[in-house]
């Protein structure tokens, strides 16, 4: 959801609502105030505000207020207040001039201001004809009196500026109220302005009847059911832990997360129109991960809840779905989102050279990543199961063989009930439901759902069989049937003799 800031016209991710109420007056009325400028809500220019501008407008507001309060006190106190001040139009017009750039400069010399307040035309607007102070000068227009906020709510708001309170920003723990909507990245200070804000720019998630038992405790949306108020409360939740307003640096690529057309999910990649359909199917299909604990992998993802080892390895996984597929193979028009993915699919699938070169036993390979692999064969395990000792050479063959040994199971079948605890027998197990036979022999059109069923069909083109008797020279493709081949061959040689 794209945002623009209503004075300096910036895109925005993080906003404040100028309609707002804080303290008894609005964002929109301090800048009408400051600056002179028209402001309404209907009017359809941009209804939000930066948190640099916001700042602006409260230095400026409090620069004007101070200036008038101590100007009361030194006209107070020389008693000018029984006789109306004759003020000649030209000085004015030259305090006004030199007013501004008081203005200006005191903003531009601090370092956290970045925009330029925009000069006030004229400060005889901002003076009230019926305030009790000694005098005050002519106001325009009736127009110009109509914008002005009442002077009792200025005066209170600019003693809470001086107490320190900020207006439109929570300095110690940011804003409070998200909005709930899953494209909306929005935040506010109180509730009304959230419902407010849901009024007008998502009517079709208005609140409720009354008598409604599930509401979200953020939105007060009302829901049918318990479950929906979970999914939704879900996706609140989410959009809280990745939104951030202090976020600095590059780009938070998990925002896509709420900002992408489709939703995916970073697991097996299917798209959902909406946040929380994403949500019921990661809570469906993933949510038995829940269940697993590894303290090396403390961080889990909130979406298919994998662990990771670090938050920067969470974030990089949950931004993989949404990465273009900018890599497109020239032979087959695959296409991959990195050119690492791409080469490796050139290398595997169109390449028939194997110019890597084991030097210990001379086996060739396509890739060095192969040729990696390959090499460990040749060292020593020193991977170790701690339950039945079987050793192994890396520490992910050795971390999914324990789940052998664990009632944790990390895979369940979108079909049946069937569970399991790794995502290659589940993929195995998917292909009985599919029927799938992405498999083709190549040596006639034949095709299969399984390796092991291709490589033994393949064995009748090839002549190739592993078992073969020694007694007869007949031939077996499987382990089973040459035993008991073997045995009641031996059996009728015996007979024989």
């Known amino acids: 959801m794209s945002l623009q800031c ?10 404040y609502y100028l309609f707002e109420e804080t303290g008894g007056i609005t964002l929109a009325e301090i800048i009408q105030f400051c600056a002179q400028v028209q402001i309404a809500e209907d009017d359809g220019l941009p209804t939000f505000i930066c948190p640099v501008c916001c700042e602006d407008a409260q230095q400026a507001f409090a620069f004007i207020q101070k200036a008038r309060q101590s100007d009361e006190k030194l006209r107070a106190s020389r008693s000018i207040t029984q006789q109306p001040l004759q003020v000649d139009p030209e000085s004015v017009a030259e305090s006004n001039v030199e007013m501004q750039e008081l203005v200006v400069e005191l903003l ?22 019926t305030s009790d102070t000694e005098c005050a000068l002519d106001l325009t227009s009736e127009q110009s009196e109509e914008n002005l906020p009442d002077l009792e709510i200025v005066s209170a708001l600019a003693d809470q500026d001086q107490e320190g309170v900020s207006l439109a920003t929570n300095n110690s723990n940011g804003p ?58 879900t996706a609140f939740h989410l959009k809280r832990t990745i939104v951030s307003s202090s976020y600095k640096g590059r780009p938070n690529t998990r925002l896509s997360l709420f900002t992408a057309t489709e939703k ?19 809570v469906q299909q993933h949510s038995i991960r829940k269940a697993v604990h590894d303290p090396t992998r403390p961080v889990r993802c909130e979406v298919c809840f994998k662990l990771f080892r670090c938050r920067t390895k969470r974030n990089y996984h949950q931004s993989i779905p949404y990465k273009p597929l900018r890599y497109r193979c020239g032979t087959c028009d695959a296409c991959f989102r990195t050119s690492a993915q791409l080469e490796t699919h050139e290398i595997e699938q169109h390449s028939t050279e194997q110019k890597y070169v084991c030097g210990k036993c001379g086996a060739c390979f396509k890739s060095a990543q192969n040729l990696k692999m390959h090499t460990l064969l040749h060292e020593e395990k020193r991977e170790v199961c701690k339950t039945c000792g079987v050793r192994f050479h890396r520490k992910s063959n050795l971390r999914i063989h324990e789940r052998v040994h664990s009632n944790t199971y990390y895979a369940v079948c979108p079909h049946c009930d069937k569970k399991y605890k790794t995502q290659s027998q589940l ?61 009641v061959c031996k059996a009728a040689a015996k007979d024989e003799a």
């Open 6 to 15: 209503r004075v300096c016209l910036d895109a925005l991710s993080n906003a």
């Open 108 to 129: 531009m010399d601090s370092d956290e201001i970045h925009n330029q307040l925009h000069p006030v035309e004229s400060l005889e607007e901002h003076f009230d004809l």
């Open 176 to 233: 409070c109220y998200y909005c709930c909507h899953e494209d909306c990245l929005l935040t506010f200070h109180t509730k009304e302005a959230l419902k407010r804000h849901a009024g007008l720019n998502h009517p079709t998630e208005q609140h409720s009847a009354p008598n409604v038992q599930h509401r979200c405790d953020n939105c007060d949306r009302g829901f049918a059911t318990a479950e929906d108020q979970r999914i939704h409360q």
């Open 264 to 282: 995916k999910c970073c697991d097996c990649f299917a798209s959902f129109p909406t946040l929380e359909a994403l949500l019921k199917h990661a």
């Open 427 to 487: 993929k195995q197990h998917l292909k009985v439901h599919t029927q799938e036979r992405s498999l083709g022999c190549r040596y006639c059109a034949k095709r299969f759902m399984y390796t092991s069923d291709r490589k033994r069909h393949e064995m009748t083109h090839t002549g190739e069989y592993p078992f073969v008797c020694g007694g007869c020279s007949r031939k077996f493709s499987r382990n089973r049937p040459y035993t008991q081949h073997v045995a």
